[in-house]
């Protein structure tokens, strides 16, 4: 059973949009996620913009992908590197740590992760 940041059970992070790098609603992680979708946030207008400027556009639809796009509010499962270089930048978006991966600690330190925590 998957653990988040606090040591307990991983909760769900959000299941409208369905996020997770597996699509299952939680911010599980594997092998094959070679980005670390690992800290579940609630994604602001701030960070949609910054992630875009970083040439990963969250906003936009894919339908072809079952992407509808995000909005500020939603809750999604963020790279861990992305999130740092955005709190890096002064514009990480809270963190739901109930639902964020223990794995997201190899890259961001737990103390961060408190302090950036949903309140």
């Known amino acids: 059973m998957a653990k988040n940041v606090l040591g307990s059970v991983l909760q769900v992070c959000s299941l409208d949009p369905t996020t997770g790098f597996t699509r299952n609603g939680c911010c599980e ?9 690992t800290v579940c946030a609630q994604v602001t207008e701030e960070f949609l913009a910054f992630s875009y400027s970083r040439g990963n556009d969250l906003s936009t639809p894919r339908p072809e992908f079952g992407f509808e796009g ?4 939603d809750r999604w499962c963020l790279c861990a590197a992305r999130w740092q270089e955005a709190a890096d930048a002064g514009l990480a978006p809270p963190v739901i740590l109930e639902a964020t991966h223990e794995r997201a600690l190899e ?11 949903l309140r």
């Open 29 to 37: 992680t594997g092998p094959e996620d070679t980005g670390s979708h």
């Open 70 to 73: 995000l909005r500020p509010g």
């Open 107 to 117: 890259i961001i330190s737990l103390a961060d992760l408190k302090y950036h925590a």
